[in-house]
């Protein structure tokens, strides 16, 4: 991957609980990883470490997605307008990532997964609308 400005994948974060010995380390990788308009950018970092891993996407460098856990449970996912919705372009990177991953979701995530897949239907009533009125 060279230097990982370049990098296109998710970066695992562990928390306290699984990585103790490199924890300040990793509340500064966070830090750096996150998109500026994260609280883990700032304040949040150490404390949502101290909760569960991050799971940070990737886009060529520049951080798409941000997934908090909380144990082994995922506690919320924020693209970058940092609006508790999973940005569309991104939906199906999570999924397949939780897919992979065996991921767990809380109530409150799945409730954006939900949400998301409700304006992926949408998007896609939308679109076949729109090439039968061409």
């Known amino acids: ?53 991050f799971h940070v ?4 460098g520049q951080p798409k997605l941000g997934v908090r856990f909380v144990g082994d449970e995922v506690q919320e996912i924020q693209g970058e307008r940092n609006n ?7 939906f199906e990177t999570f999924k397949a990532h939780q897919k992979e991953g065996d991921i767990k979701l809380r109530n409150s995530a799945q409730e954006e997964v939900k949400q998301a897949e409700a304006v992926k239907i949408e998007l896609e009533k939308i679109k076949r609308k729109l090439k039968r009125s061409k």
């Open 1 to 53: 991957c060279g230097t990982g400005e370049t990098m296109t994948g998710w970066v695992k974060i562990p928390s306290k609980k699984n990585d103790p010995e490199n924890f300040e380390e990793n509340v500064g990788k966070l830090k750096t990883l996150s998109h500026k308009s994260w609280c883990t950018k700032s304040f949040n970092a150490e404390p949502y470490l101290s909760e569960g891993d």
């Open 57 to 60: 996407y990737l886009e060529n």
């Open 84 to 90: 508790s919705r999973i940005p569309q372009k991104y």
